[in-house]
């Protein structure tokens, strides 16, 4: 469920920004997100915007590493202050089935990070997913290098 509220976040942000024709300037801007110090592979950053720009988001590679989008693959982000959200979701643990079930008769198998049961656990604590509770901002800056480090605890 957390995904998916997620999902409707970004879609309504990103259609904040209009198109790279006649849209806000964007600038190169990077960063690394671990968790408990470690990297954090696979997650989701989304630069929500504080001043009007349009929404910027990226996802972490094997080193947490991301660079952000807003118009074009990795063009960047608009200048101005963001809250920072981040989001990685995993399949719920569910009950060994018993021996010889048949995995797929329900239809169910797991897909798209889902359970059988449709429910995911979120491997990032809830309040980083969230952009109304999220402590993570950032600003991004027409000059200079805009790179941030996010460690998540």
Known sequence: MRQFLFGILLTSLIGCGGGADGGKPVYSASGTVTLFG????????????????????????AEGKFTLTTYDFEDGAAAGKFK???????????????????HDA??????????????????VPPKYSAVDQTPLQAEVKASGENVFSFDIK
């Open 38 to 61: 470690n990297p954090l592979p696979t997650a989701t950053v989304a630069f929500a915007p504080q001043d009007g720009q349009p929404t910027a988001f990226g996802t972490t590679d």
């Open 84 to 102: 920072v959200v981040i989001a990685k979701s995993a399949p719920a643990a569910t009950e060994a089935a018993p021996e010889g079930a048949d």
């Open 106 to 123: 329900d239809g169910g198998g797991g897909h798209d990070g889902e359970s059988a049961t449709g429910v995911t656990a979120s491997l």
